[in-house]
């Protein structure tokens, strides 16, 4: 019963350089979702997608990219790491909007 | 935009009590509304929904008030549990798309 997994689980990252973080989801949904948590904030979206192929922006969508080649995978881009971007990322899937979703562990990303 | 807030960031529980954990939000138009609970070092986890054709839905210990003359949605845990410590958060949706809006979070303590 994985669910969804997030991979890696912790990185740190040096200002200027660039990585991918691979959410996997095995329940078929067509949902999926990239938030970041920031302390003492609740989770903020950057992006999502609402199927295969398709994606589109959230709330702090920029510095960050998004694929979603394959159903089951969503993939989230950061093409020149900034500080601001050191949170805790997390990935989401439902099987429609407006009801549960389900999360990742996270991944915990530092960049100095 | 949205503004979704918490009453107070920490709430202290003594084992057995119930817990009423507070949520406003700010766009009258919201219609989707939800509940997380985050563990130390964990995703977040779906607890309950309610739709705004509701006012009141129940779950296992959980039930969720609606209030939309006052923007208002709280969350009661019955006989709040060590388990049951954990950041709680709310989420409201306002577009078709389901996209979430999550407030700060509240830090419940259960206390022996």
């Known amino acids: 019963n994985a669910g969804v997994t997030q991979t890696p689980k912790f990185r740190v990252l040096k200002t200027g350089q660039s990585m991918t973080l691979l959410c996997a989801q095995d329940m078929n949904h067509e949902y999926m979702y990239w938030y970041r948590q920031d302390p003492g904030m609740g989770l903020r979206l950057i992006h999502y997608s609402v199927g295969e192929g398709t994606t589109a922006k959230g709330e702090v969508p920029d510095g960050y990219n998004v694929s979603r080649l394959k159903k089951q995978n969503f993939l989230l881009g950061l093409e020149s790491a900034a500080p601001s971007q050191t949170s805790v990322y997390f990935c989401?899937?439902?099987?429609?909007?407006?009801?549960?979703?389900?999360f990742g562990q996270g991944t915990r990303l530092t960049v100095v | 935009g949205e503004s979704v807030g918490l009453h107070l960031p920490t709430l202290s529980v003594q084992e057995g009590d119930n817990s009423i954990i507070n949520c406003a939000y700010s766009n009258s138009a919201s219609d989707y509304f939800i509940w997380y609970k985050q563990e130390s070092g964990k995703g977040p986890q779906f607890i309950i929904d309610i739709r705004s054709n509701m006012d009141k839905r129940q779950g296992q210990r959980v039930t969720v008030l609606l209030n939309k003359t006052v923007k208002h949605l709280s969350l009661q845990i019955a006989a709040t549990q060590p388990g049951d410590s954990a950041v709680y958060f709310c989420?409201?949706?306002?577009?078709?798309?389901?996209?979430?809006?999550f407030g700060a979070g509240t830090q419940v303590v259960v206390t022996p």
């Open positions: 989420a409201v949706s306002t577009d078709s798309w389901g996209k979430l809006q």
């Open positions: 989401a899937s439902s099987d429609r909007a407006r009801t549960e979703a389900f």
